[in-house]
């Protein structure tokens, strides 16, 4: 009994330095991102398409100068815009819309305003069209908006209201603990 009480201190002191030195060689992971940290990301370039339906079916594509907001709940992002739309129509005639914009999402509600030359380069009209529907996070948007004309001409193939589906294609979505944040 008296040997087992003196091997005691003997066995504590290897197994802390065993620990410690372990410790050293390995160091204990350490998590490099708090788990409820909230930051924006900087602005990146990201590609934008979509397609949509007013009077008739358009493509739209396009820059985004998109920021994520990352949040514990949710994600939020802000995204001005430089698109074109592109209505096909029958006899090889086309509209062309270049536009400029800007949308903000906040988990799965979004909204978006933006200005629309359509021309097909006879004929001219500059709409505003206000939007809001479903977001996926800014990712992607299911839109519906409504067509106020500020020209006096108008197109009959564009209709006040428009249906639209548009991805932003920002790279940091699938990596946001590295994407580059702002301070």
Request: aromatic share 12%; proline share 4%; glycine share 6%.
């Amino acid at each position: 009994m008296h040997t087992a009480n003196r091997s005691l201190p003997i066995v504590l002191l290897l197994l802390i330095s065993w620990t410690t030195q372990a410790q050293l060689v390995h160091p204990t992971d350490t998590l490099s991102h708090k788990p409820f940290e909230r930051y924006w990301t900087h602005s990146r370039v990201a590609p934008k398409i979509g397609v949509g339906v007013q009077e008739s079916a358009f493509l739209e594509i396009g820059v985004a100068f998109q920021r994520i907001y990352v949040h514990p709940l949710t994600l939020a992002s802000s995204a001005p815009y430089l698109t074109v739309d592109a209505v096909v129509l029958g006899n090889n005639n086309f509209i062309i819309g270049p536009k400029v914009g800007y949308g903000v999402s906040i988990g799965l509600v979004g909204f978006a305003a933006d200005m629309t030359y359509y021309t097909d380069f006879e004929k001219k009209s500059l709409i505003v069209t206000p939007k809001a529907g479903i977001s996926l996070l800014g990712f992607a948007d299911l839109f519906y908006g409504h067509n106020f004309s500020i020209s006096n001409k108008e197109f009959s193939e564009i209709s006040r209201n428009r249906f639209s589906l548009v991805f932003t294609l920002n790279r940091d979505y699938f990596d946001l603990h590295d994407a580059r944040r702002r301070k």
